[in-house]
């Protein structure tokens, strides 16, 4: 067990909707990431929060929206739902700080978004 | 052309086989390798990571990266049905994001 909880586990929305995913990081661990999973695909990047500011984001549009909050939980949020936002999204948490050990990445068991 | 390539498989073994997954990069600025385990409806869970080229071992897992070939592999001795999932190498550049960028994932079943 990683110490990271997601919630909810499975989620149902219709195109044009709005989703908040939560995530709960490991306790000390001040860096949180969030990817998203299709099925049979890798985890693809969606940004980063360091102290609860966005510290990075991949290649997604920004009706894909995050936070942080000062007790090691997260939000994604994502408006407008589409049809190919059906996917795992996945949070992982990790100390931060720039090296190794602390930059190594840990993740929830994520949350089953179906868009219909 | 994808950053990180890696052979989906699927991947069928007997129990006791030797396994060899690999993945194969275009991007100089990778310094961190991964390699993460997913079995079905969980989350990945890190199993090995590296800075160096060169091996690095682990019980019966082995990570070997090639930087100069842009190349890592992971090889599992003595499989066990236990084993059967999905492989994922993951990579990283310096900085400090340390966003990962992942290969698509191998399927491995090791046999009983």
């Known amino acids: 067990e990683t110490g990271v909880t997601q919630s909810p586990t499975h989620l149902i929305k219709t195109r044009g909707q709005q989703v908040t995913l939560r995530c709960s990081s490991q306790s000390g661990h001040n860096t949180v990431s969030w990817y998203q999973q299709a099925l049979g695909q890798g985890p693809q990047f969606i940004f980063q929060y360091y102290r609860e500011e966005e510290n990075g984001r991949g290649n997604f549009p920004p009706r894909f929206s995050g936070l942080q909050f000062p007790n090691y939980s997260s939000e994604l949020n994502v408006n407008a739902l589409e049809l190919d936002d059906s996917a795992l999204y996945l949070c992982a948490s990790s100390l931060g700080g720039g090296g190794l050990r602390t930059d190594t990445q840990y993740f929830g068991p994520g949350t089953r978004l179906t868009v219909l | 052309q994808k950053e990180v390539e890696q052979d989906p498989g699927p991947l069928s073994v007997p129990e006791g086989a030797i396994v060899s997954l690999n993945c194969t990069y275009s991007?100089?600025?990778?310094?961190?390798f991964m390699w993460y385990r997913q079995y079905s409806r969980k989350g990945p869970e890190l199993l090995m990571y590296?800075?160096?080229?060169g091996n690095k071992e682990d019980g019966r897992f082995t990570a070997q990266v090639d930087k100069s070939s842009k190349y890592i592999s992971l090889f599992i001795r003595d499989s066990q049905p236990s084993d059967s999932a999905t492989y994922l190498c993951?990579?990283?550049?310096?900085?400090?994001?340390?966003?990962?960028?992942f290969g698509s994932g191998t399927q491995l079943t090791v046999l009983p």
């Open positions: 590296t800075y160096s080229s």
């Open positions: 993951a990579m990283s550049s310096s900085g400090s994001a340390r966003q990962l960028t």
């Open positions: 991007n100089s600025a990778f310094q961190y």
